[in-house]
């Protein structure tokens, strides 16, 4: 089922040049949520246009009522979103999508890869594996040390193991050279951010015979299956990342 809510926005942090966080609090109670699902929120206010953007759903605070946006300032939807404060109104209709597996996690090393903005939905699902007795690892790759966020967030849930291109933070390089791939044999790997990243990860994946699942950032327009601008070829053809997506195990995909 999905919320159509004006949520309020109950704090806005600007995380660094790059990142800020909204967190949005719903009058009813929050739908449940599965980790990589998103939102479409409104970011003009015109009635004519009800221009939306698909932003994925950073964490769930049940106890509060809230919902978590992380978001990356990136074009003029986003920079529009930037500029909220407490007490703001945000029209959001979620939630949508496919979400990663929430099956059989209990006693399960699951290594959730996230790049850039990608690391977003992570927190969510590393809260949810942690929860059901499983064990996340979150591997996250910035461009620099500037651009690192919610640390303290991530690490309530599971281990943190960080790179960063110019070797500012963490270990220098790419996720897949980072050397925690070499020591812990992993049960399951799940992966968000830029498309050559996951493409990389999905190939070490494989050589590995690690089941791998990953959330695509095609672009979006309507969330809902109607527009066909998200699409991407699979092994089961054409489909809508909006609606059949954003995540796929990715022997489904042909990359
Ligand atoms: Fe419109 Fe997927 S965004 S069909």
Not at 72 to 87: D, F, I, N, P, R
Not at 128 to 147: H, N
Not at 199 to 222: D, F, G, H, R, V
């Amino acid at each position: 089922k999905k919320f159509l809510l004006d949520l309020t926005v109950t704090s806005f942090e600007q995380l660094n040049d790059r990142y800020f966080l909204i967190k949005l609090f719903s009058d009813v109670p929050m739908p449940e949520v599965a980790p990589g699902q998103f939102v479409e929120v409104r970011v003009d206010h015109s009635p004519a246009t009800y221009l939306r953007r698909p932003i994925s759903i950073h964490f769930v605070d049940y106890d509060k009522n809230e919902l978590w946006l992380l978001i990356a300032k990136v074009g003029e939807g986003t920079k529009t979103l930037s500029y909220l404060k407490e007490g703001d109104k945000l029209n959001c209709l979620f939630p949508l999508g496919k979400g990663f597996n929430m099956e059989d996690v209990k006693g399960k090393n699951i290594l959730l890869v996230g790049g850039g903005v990608g690391v977003a939905p992570m927190l969510y699902y590393g809260k949810l594996i942690k929860k059901q007795g499983g064990y996340p690892t979150f591997l996250l790759g910035y461009r620099t040390k500037a651009d690192i966020m919610q640390m303290v967030a991530f690490a309530q849930y599971g281990e943190i193991c960080i790179t960063t291109e110019d070797g500012t933070a963490g270990e220098k390089g790419f996720v897949t050279q980072h050397s925690i791939l070499n020591k812990v044999k992993f049960d399951r790997i799940a992966t968000c951010g830029p498309k050559p990243m996951m493409m990389a990860i999905a190939q070490y994946a494989k050589q590995t015979q690690i089941p791998c699942e990953a959330s695509l950032e095609n672009l979006m327009a309507c969330g809902l299956g109607a527009c066909l601008c998200c699409v991407e070829k699979t092994i089961d053809g054409n489909l809508c990342v909006c609606k059949e997506g954003p995540v796929f195990n990715i022997d489904r995909l042909q990359w």
